[in-house]
T-cell receptor, first 112, second 114 residues
C-alpha cells in the first residue's frame, strides 16, 4: 500500500465551487506539505504543517486553505475555485530533521 | 532568495546514450542538493542527494556531484534505458530549516527511445 495517498486523483469542477483535496499518510511523519505543479514552473509550496497545531503559509497560499485533522491527515480546500487553479496538486511528508520529502501520487484538478 | 535553474526539456535520447541534465543553484547558505524523479502518473520520489561540497550522490546508475565553486549539481547517467523516461527535478533545501524550505527547479522531461 502507498505510504502517502491523495483523493481524489482527478477532479473537474466549475468556477466558484468549493472543493477539498485530501491527503493521508502512514509514514508516521509529523510534517506535511501541499504543492501545486504547473508546466514550466516546477513545484510551488502552498501550505505546510509541522504538526496538528502548527500550520504555515507557503509562497502561493492565496485562494487556498488547509486543515490538519490529525497527524496523518492534511486537507487542502479551494473556497471558490477559479480557472487558474487548474493544476496538479501534490501532498508530501517528511520527518523532523530529515530533508527528504515523500510525495503522494497527485490530484489533477481542472476548473472550468 | 534561493533558486534552482535546470536545463529546459524535453531531452530525447536513444537507449544506451549518455545523459547530462544541468542544474545550477543560488543560495545564501550551504544547502543540501537533491534530484527527484517523477515517473508518469506518479508523485516525485528522491533519486539522490548530496549534503556538502564535493559529495557525490548516486542511485540506479545516476550520479551528481555537489560543486560549490560552480554552484552546480548536474545529473549524469552513462547509459540510459527506456524505463528512465520521466521528469527530473533538481532541488535544494536549507538544512537549518529541517528541509521544509525545499526549492524545486522547473523540471526536465526525458524521453528515451528504444
Amino acid at each position: 500500500d502507498a505510504d502517502v495517498t491523495q483523493t481524489p486523483r482527478n477532479r473537474i469542477t466549475k468556477t466558484g465551487k468549493r472543493i477539498m483535496l485530501e491527503c493521508s499518510q502512514t509514514k508516521g511523519h509529523d510534517r506535511m506539505y501541499w504543492y501545486r505543479q504547473d508546466p514550466g514552473l516546477g513545484l510551488r509550496l502552498i501550505y505546510y504543517s509541522f504538526d496538528v497545531k502548527d500550520i504555515n503559509k507557503g509562497e502561493i497560499s492565496d485562494g487556498y486553505s488547509v486543515s490538519r485533522q490529525a497527524q496523518a491527515k492534511f486537507s487542502l480546500s479551494l473556497e471558490s475555485a477559479i480557472p487558474n487553479q487548474t493544476a496538479l496538486y501534490f501532498c508530501a511528508t517528511s520527518s523532523q530533521g530529515e530533508e527528504t520529502q515523500y510525495f503522494g501520487p497527485g490530484t489533477r484538478l481542472l476548473v472550468l | 532568495g534561493d533558486s534552482v535553474t535546470q536545463m529546459e526539456g524535453p531531452v530525447t535520447l536513444s537507449e544506451e546514450a549518455f545523459l547530462t541534465i544541468n542544474c545550477t543553484y543560488t543560495a545564501t547558505g550551504y544547502p543540501s542538493l537533491f534530484w527527484y524523479v517523477q515517473y508518469p502518473g506518479e508523485g516525485l520520489q528522491l533519486l539522490l542527494k548530496a549534503t556538502k561540497a564535493d559529495d557525490k550522490g548516486s542511485n540506479k546508475g545516476f550520479e551528481a556531484t555537489y560543486r560549490k565553486e560552480t554552484t552546480s549539481f548536474h545529473l549524469e547517467k552513462g547509459s540510459v534505458q527506456v524505463s528512465d523516461s520521466a521528469v527530473y527535478f533538481c532541488a535544494l533545501s536549507d538544512p537549518n530549516t529541517g528541509g521544509f524550505k525545499t526549492i524545486f527547479g522547473a523540471g526536465t522531461r526525458l524521453f528515451v527511445k528504444a
